[in-house]
């Protein structure tokens, strides 16, 4: 028969570390999401009646409506071509960068410190800083260009519909490219040194040595790298509202999803604030967060399913 004195008891303990957490994070994300999409399917009544159920009303609207569809499928393009930028040009820079400090590099690790001292500072400080750099009044920017000849190329980039949204994207680049890189560099130096001496004692040379066998072996850290780029791009909003203001830019020029939801929850999209519609912006960005996520997961599954 079975000790039940001797049975495993449950560690309470772990109650007492966890509790504390999973209450705050329950509180301040959890419920906030999940009551976001349930204003996403409820109207405004009017005053004193409280709100109205209204199933997908809210989510026709914002994606056929001809007042909400411009301003919502214009903040998605916008929001696609932020993520592409970072996806061009973060994460390749980053992956360049950590495969430059793998090496014997004297001072890496000031190099290291000093490429990732920009993400952990203010946003607010970034943007006006950037703002006083590329200020075509009394920014540094038109002096230098001139200085090496190309004065006459310089052009007010942020106050430019075409040009802004790009330009936002590279100060954000600038700023971020040390979460990639850091990551990458991690992966790098797992890399087994007994591998890579017997690829160069084949005769491979350094770019084959990465293509052939460190780049596939980062594959699996690409797709996290991918994912979080992805995740983080779809969330962005304090650069570009620090930058650009609510109204994000001329002509809405660096709108993305964030800023739509901003202005649409509190008053200031289109002629008055619509909390149910800007949940159900919310909702909207929730949604596609999730599918990326969900494609790289299933992505994923498919290559550890191929590699057994």
């Known amino acids: ?43 405004a009544a009017p005053v004193g009646k409280g709100e109205v159920f209204a199933g997908f009303a809210n989510f026709h609207r914002l994606l056929g409506d001809s007042t909400w569809a411009p301003r919502f499928w214009g903040a998605l393009r916008n929001n696609v071509v932020f993520f592409c930028v970072h996806m061009l040009v973060q994460n390749p820079v980053g992956l360049l ?23 952990v500072l203010s ?30 190329l310089f052009q007010p ?73 992805f995740v983080g791009n779809f969330n962005a909003f304090d650069l570009i509202y620090t930058m650009k203001g609510a109204l994000a830019g001329p002509e809405f020029s660096t709108d993305i999803m964030g800023t739509l939801f901003y202005r649409t929850f509190f008053g200031q999209q289109l002629q008055l604030g619509n909390p149910t519609m800007g949940a159900t912006v919310a909702a909207m960005m929730f949604l596609i967060i999730l599918a990326g996520v969900l494609i790289y997961s299933l992505w994923q599954r498919r290559i550890q399913t191929y590699q057994m």
């Open 1 to 43: 028969m079975l000790d039940v004195t001797h049975a495993r008891r449950f560690p309470v303990y772990l109650l007492v570390f966890l509790a504390p957490a999973v209450i705050v994070y329950s509180v301040f994300m959890i419920y906030p999401l999940v009551d976001s999409l349930r204003l996403s399917l409820f109207t």
């Open 97 to 119: 960068i950590a495969s430059l400090l793998v090496g014997n590099i004297r001072g890496s690790r000031i190099y290291r410190a000093l490429l990732f001292m920009p993400t």
């Open 123 to 152: 946003v607010v400080i970034i943007g006006f800083v950037w703002q006083l750099i590329l200020s075509p009044l009394w920014g540094v920017t038109p002096a230098i260009m001139k200085a090496v000849g190309l004065g006459k």
């Open 157 to 229: 980039w942020l106050g430019l519909p075409k040009y802004a949204l790009v330009t936002v994207g590279l100060i954000s680049v600038w700023q971020f490219v040390g979460i990639p890189m850091i990551l990458f560099y991690t992966a790098l130096i797992g890399i087994s040194v007994e591998l890579l001496e017997a690829a160069r004692v084949d005769g491979s040379s350094r770019l084959q040595v990465f293509w052939r066998i460190k780049f596939p072996l980062l594959l699996p850290m690409v797709g996290i790298v991918a994912v979080l780029t």
